[in-house]
């Protein structure tokens, strides 16, 4: 066993997909540069949006606002209102596909297709709380303007469009004629709400908004003297910054890394989130083992035409192959069925690769927010992290690898990762009502 773990450690390192290249230090300082150098409005692979969205106003009570939640696969559309006891009420919940996740739309269809998905909430406000996982430029309106697709959403007449704007146009074509107000934020920034409205008992020193599930991305608040490229905002006052966090760029990437991003449809884009996030990390998994498959004497002939029959690999099948690699109701363990168990063995240690590559990503962008927010020295008030997504708490090991990461690098820090039932859209709801 040991010899199959050397040969894999060997095949990652000729590979440049060790996790051992990436140096911690070296990437958290490049990643809070990138961020600085975002705020000021020079060129960065970080776009550190402004988001408008106001963190200190209380949320008013038995008020329904309408929440909509467009994420990497889904499209859920729900009512909230907030009890006397401020607990979140969430009612005609219902889930769809994301438009334009299974073929091209045009922007009369994406926009059209979500206006028809909010039939059975249309009456219930004149507020929308709309959580847009994509990245968008957000005015003072809180209107936001469509920058570019993530995640293989294919809907490129969108870009460049005001999504607030459209979506109204497009209630309006239904026949439906009272006026309604949309707040357009990003799910990290809805997630930071969600903890912070989550947690009104507790004293944190201030809150960052974590994803990782289809995409990546992570959000904190910031002074805004601070975001120097804006220069008509309150320098008394504070905002949520969305980072885009999946475009960073000053990373080293392996070869197989960048013959994978050139298959994609936005090659160049997202290479930080097409290294970690669920969208990507099962394919980037298969790429990897038909890589290996290559190899001498690291995977049997029997296996390596097994993989070769596999078109697609889901983050979800890896993970079963994890929890059970002899299962033969996942497309590994019948893989490695064919084989013999030096087959699984080497399988998992390749996976088990990526997985550490991973875990050891998202510590670098979380630790980067946290010291960038100049908060958490003070024990009795850490930084609370609200993390969201199936990627992180759903693959195995990734969560406890991460905390292991944060806990040797961040030893002068103190925060807490926490998690909110249906964070995106008790966010939205408050971003709608309170902006």
Known sequence: MDSIREKVAEFFRNNGMDHERIDMDASVKAFLLEMERGLRGEPSSLQMLPTHIDVEKEIPVETPVIVLDAGGTNFRAATIHFG?????????????????????????????????????????????????????????????KLLEFSKEIKAPEVVGQLIGTNLLEAIRATGYREEKRVVILNDTVATLLAGR????????????????????????????????????????????????????????????????????????????????????????????LREAAREKGLISRAC??????????????????????????????????????????ALYHIIDGLIERAAKLTAINLSSVVIKSGKGENPCRPVCITAEGSTFYGLKTLKTRVECYLRRYLSERYYEIVNVDNATLIGAAIAGLTN
């Not at 974590?210 to 910031?222: Q, V």
């Not at 064919?338 to 087959?343: F, K, N, P, T, Y």
């Open 84 to 144: 006397r006891d401020g607990k979140p009420i969430i009612e005609n919940y219902e889930k769809f596909p994301m438009p334009g996740i299974h073929r091209e739309l045009t922007k009369e269809e994406f926009f059209t297709t979500m206006a028809g998905y909010m039939r059975n909430v249309m009456e219930s406000s004149s507020l929308i709380g709309f959580c847009f996982s994509y990245p968008a430029e957000i005015f003072p309106n809180k209107d936001g």
């Open 197 to 288: 409205a989550a947690f009104m008992n507790r004293i944190f020193d201030t809150f960052i908004g974590f994803i990782l599930g289809t995409g990546t991305n992570s959000s904190y608040i910031e002074r805004n003297s601070n975001i120097i490229k804006c220069r008509d905002l309150d320098h008394t006052r504070r905002q949520i910054i969305n980072l885009e966090a999946g475009n960073f760029s000053k990373i080293s990437r392996g070869k197989i890394d960048i013959d994978f991003d050139v298959t994609m449809i936005n090659p160049g884009q997202y290479t930080f989130e097409k290294m970690i996030s669920g969208a990507y990390f099962g394919v980037l998994c298969l790429v990897t």
């Open 304 to 345: 390596r035409d097994e993989l070769r029959k596999l078109e697609t690999l889901g983050t979800s099948e890896v993970n079963l192959f994890l929890e059970n690699p002899w299962s033969r109701d996942n497309p590994l363990g019948a893989t490695v069925g064919r084989g013999d168990e030096s087959d699984a063995i």
